[in-house]
Nanobody
Framework: EVQLVESGGGLVQPGGSLRLSCAAS????????MSWVRQAPGKGLEWVSKINNGRGSIYYADSVKGRFTISRDNAKNTVYLQMNSLQPEDTAVYYC??????????????WGRGTQVTVSS
């Protein structure tokens, strides 16, 4: 059974940083791409970033490019999202989506419970 457990969210002031983690189990982690998707209050899902398996090609939404960094540790079955220069518009619940099996639109039907990120002074 696929399980995804996000952690690392919290309340941070504008300009601050957080590091999110997503611990995965139930599939061969190293064989699949992993994504982060967020949902701001009252809005729909927004894809944030993706890291491929293998050579680990990386992609970012324009809204986070240059501020967020995705990475993975295949030995720990964990994907990370380092978020710097956080702004109030980054406030959202952040979800891990995996394993990427090409399911439209984000790659997987599996989701974690999410971790809340609130950026406020």
């Amino acid at each position: 059974e696929v399980q995804l457990v996000e952690s690392g969210g919290g309340l941070v002031q504008p300009g601050g940083s957080l590091r999110l983690s997503c611990a995965a189990s139930g599939f061969t982690f190293s064989s699949y791409s992993m994504s982060w998707v967020r949902q701001a209050p009252g809005k729909g899902l927004e894809w944030v970033s993706k890291i491929n398996n293998g050579r680990g090609s990386i992609y970012y939404a324009d809204s986070v490019k240059g501020r967020f960094t995705i990475s993975r540790d295949n030995a720990k079955n964990t994907v990370y999202l380092q978020m710097n220069s956080l702004q109030p518009e980054d406030t959202a619940v952040y979800y891990c989506n995996a394993p990427d099996r090409g399911v439209i639109p984000y790659g997987s039907d599996y989701w974690g419970r999410g971790t809340q990120v609130t950026v406020s002074s």
